[in-house]
T-cell receptor, first 114, second 113 residues
Framework: NAGVTQTPKFQVLKTGQSMTLQCAQDMNHEYMSWYRQDPGMGLRLIHYSVGAGITDQGEVPNGYNVSRSTTEDFPLRLLSAAPSQTSVYFC?????????????FGPGTRLTVT | DQQVKQNSPSLSVQEGRISILNCDYTNSMFDYFLWYKKYPAEGPTFLISISSIKDKNEDGRFTVFLNKSAKHLSLHIVPSQPGDSAVYFCAARGVTSGSRLTFGEGTQLTVNP
């Protein structure tokens, strides 16, 4: 099992550009989520999904879009990048309804917006 | 509002001694708590968890204590090892939140040889 994979590992964007961060998992997890990590702020939830075709907003959804067409993939789209979106982005997955609530994280994408 | 708070951004400990990492929460609807460990340039990995019906859970060198009346939990690492140097995140799940977790800010633990 590859677990949770994320591409790219690093990305530099200019303000106003758009891009998609890819996330895939091979554990047949229903629940997938995107977080951003900023210094002193911990991990903040951007969007999440409890299954194919179902997505919802987290704590900090503005400027981001998601879709979930398959169980395996959960891409995060930046519509018009802003310097405030410079961050490290983590994708995570888990079984929905699993009583341990343990989430498995990908290695992260470090994004810089200039 | 920050519902899960880790008030110490950093902690330095000597190898072999005990490391105690603290976490406070404000939401009384949290019913499950987890600790994650994160090395640089890697994603967080699950370390240990505790249900709100318990007050202690132990796994090898790691023990998590939960004090529900104080809305406080702590992670004890005994004995600490240099390989434990990492950022530790506390996370909590709300009763109505499904699988969603709320994370604290993290504490950088440094274990000195």
């Amino acid at each position: 099992n590859a677990g949770v994979t994320q591409t790219p590992k690093f990305q530099v964007l200019k303000t106003g550009q758009s891009m998609t961060l890819q996330c895939a998992q091979d554990m047949n997890h229903e629940y997938m989520s995107w977080y951003r990590q900023d210094p002193g702020m911990g991990l903040r939830l951007i969007h999440y999904s409890v299954g194919a075709g179902i997505t919802d907003q987290g704590e900090v959804p503005n400027g981001y879009n998601v879709s979930r067409s398959t169980t395996e993939d959960f891409p995060l789209r930046l519509l018009s990048a802003a310097p405030s979106q410079t961050s490290v982005y983590f994708c995570a997955s888990s079984y929905w309804g699993d009583k341990t609530y343990e989430q498995y994280f990908g290695p992260g994408t470090r994004l810089t917006v200039t | 509002d920050q519902q899960v708070k880790q008030n110490s951004p950093s902690l330095s400990v000597q190898e072999g001694r005990i490391s105690i990492l603290n976490c406070d929460y404000t939401n009384s609807m949290f019913d499950y708590f987890l600790w994650y460990k994160k090395y640089p340039a890697e994603g967080p990995t699950f370390l240990i968890s505790i249900s709100s019906i318990k007050d202690k859970n132990e796994d090898g060198r790691f023990t998590v204590f939960l004090n529900k009346s104080a809305k406080h939990l702590s992670l004890h690492i005994v004995p600490s090892q240099p390989g434990d140097s990492a950022v530790y995140f506390c996370a909590a799940r709300g009763v109505t939140s499904g699988s969603r977790l709320t994370f604290g800010e993290g504490t950088q633990l440094t274990v000195n040889p």
